[in-house]
């Protein structure tokens, strides 16, 4: 059974530019969350997805965006990127919605804004 | 507020002893779930053990077991016959039935084993 895959696995951007990335949840699951992870800030909840609708948000401006499709691949997409979207964004996938259900992660992002 | 507290930044342990990684949690909802995970310097987040708030045993899998002490709010990983491959950042988090499409991490405790 195949893991969460993520990609790309690295980037480089420049200021401004904007970003996509891609992460596809293991098979069967329906829910897939964004986090990203700095040195300074740990690990942050950007936002989660179950069936094609956003659940749940955290605190991240509006430059920051997802979706997801049919298949319950996600996209997260940045635009006009800033030196501190730098990080490592992880994606995870679980199969339900409880507070039992297990997420597994991808490899990750790593994003780097120049 | 939920909140993840790993007060151990940093540990250094002999190859093949067994180490104790420290975690408290502090959460009103009365249904959750806490979980270990380990990220090696790859960044890929590897999901070790669950622990629910309503499991009356300690939850184990294979050399990692969980010292869940409920009224304490603690949730202590512990690692037996560690090995050179145990090095990595180890993160505590937890999920609340209230709020269980977001995961609350801690701050990680770096692993490192000596041969």
């Known amino acids: 059974k195949a893991g969460v895959t993520q990609t790309p696995r690295y980037l480089i951007k420049t200021r401004g530019q904007q970003v996509t990335l891609s992460c596809s949840p293991i098979s069967g699951h329906r829910s897939v969350s964004w986090y990203q992870q700095t040195p300074g800030q740990g690990l942050q909840f950007l936002f989660e997805?179950?069936?094609?609708?956003?659940?749940n948000k955290g605190n991240f401006p509006g430059r920051f965006s997802g979706r997801q499709f049919s298949n319950s691949r996600s996209e997260m997409n940045v635009s006009t990127l800033e030196l501190g979207d730098s990080a490592l964004y992880l994606c995870a996938s679980s199969l339900g919605q409880g507070a039992s259900t297990e997420a597994f992660f991808g490899q990750g992002t790593r994003l780097t804004v120049v | 507020a939920q909140k993840i507290t790993q007060t151990q930044p940093g540990m250094f342990v002999q190859e093949k002893e067994a180490v104790t990684l420290d975690c408290t949690y502090d959460t009103s909802d009365p249904s959750y779930g806490l979980f270990w995970y380990k990220q090696p310097s790859s960044g890929e987040m590897i999901f070790l053990i669950y622990?629910?708030?309503?499991?009356?045993q300690n939850a184990t899998e294979g050399r990692y077991s969980l010292n869940f002490q409920k009224a304490r709010k603690s949730a202590n990983l512990v690692i037996s016959a560690s090995q050179l491959g145990d090095s990595a950042m180890y993160f505590c988090a937890m999920r609340e039935r209230g709020s269980a499409s977001k995961i609350i991490f801690g701050s990680g405790t770096r692993l490192s084993i000596r041969p």
């Open positions: 997805y179950f069936s094609e609708t956003q659940r």
């Open positions: 622990q629910g708030s309503y499991d009356q």
